[in-house]
């Protein structure tokens, strides 16, 4: 059985899912780890954080039609970018014919694989203390920050489970890449779910930069953004006997 991840999609998802066919071939489920920016409407779009010249509709409101179809389900988590008033509205679900919100975090069986997972990214302010700030609904940016209690949900509801996927906006700290050659990136409570919940494969977007680790026994694929190309797309093939890995993507 394989299975398609894909990086940041940033309202592409006709591109999202050529890169897919050509590079993934098929599937039976395709992964999103954040900043898919699902916009139904234009009235979404404008719910997404960040500068005004970076938002737009995309070509999703097709796809939430029915006019479009990607190749196969999606299931996808939240990064700092997305309309995420209407997301916590609407909950953990079907978001569109095709499209499925996992949500804030939590564990999801899907497809045979155990899939735990995180949205958002890291704020010192929001993610460490045990009662985080309440969110200001005109500071859109901070609807994109997990919080404490999310990674409680998380770590509860994986507890005493083997999980094969870990999917995370943010990368986990402690990997060898340097931006630009010298700055370290990830964060620490990311790396912590990595190595506590031990998955077979931990997958992650964020910083539009392709890169592969073995931590410990976790393969971690850090994938680009859709409009670099194939780079946006890792393959995993389960096995008869339950081991999940990355096969090389087609050409």
Request: some cysteine; overall charge negative; proline content about 8%.
């Amino acid at each position: 059985m394989r299975f398609a991840i894909v990086g940041d999609i940033h309202a592409n998802f006709a591109e999202a899912d050529e890169l897919i066919r050509r590079h993934a071939g098929p599937v039976e489920v395709i992964f999103s780890v954040g900043d898919a920016e699902p916009n139904r409407t234009e009235a979404e779009s404008l719910e997404v954080g960040g500068p005004a010249k970076h938002r737009k509709v995309g070509d999703f409101p097709e796809f939430a039609a029915g006019r479009r179809t990607m190749s196969a389900p999606v299931h996808f988590i939240g990064g700092n970018h997305e309309p995420w008033p209407s997301l916590d509205a609407h909950g953990a679900g079907e978001w569109a014919p095709g499209f499925h919100f996992l949500g804030r975090s939590g564990v999801r069986e899907i497809a045979g694989l155990r899939v735990a997972f995180l949205s958002g990214v890291y704020s010192r302010y929001f993610s460490e203390p045990d009662e985080p700030p309440e969110i200001t609904p005109e500071r859109l940016k901070e609807y994109g920050y997990f919080t404490r209690p999310h990674l409680d949900r998380l770590l509860r509801r994986a507890r005493g489970t083997r999980i094969d996927l870990l999917l995370t906006h943010d990368w986990p700290a402690g990997l060898s890449y340097r931006h630009h050659g010298r700055i370290p990136v990830g964060r620490d409570l990311v790396r912590m779910l990595t190595d506590t919940l031990a998955p077979q494969v931990h997958a992650c977007g964020h910083m539009h930069a392709p890169f592969r680790e073995r931590v410990g026994g976790t393969d971690v694929i850090c994938l680009s953004q859709v409009v670099q190309g194939a780079d946006a797309v890792a393959v995993l093939e389960l096995a008869p006997d339950g081991t999940l890995r990355e096969v090389p993507c087609a050409e």
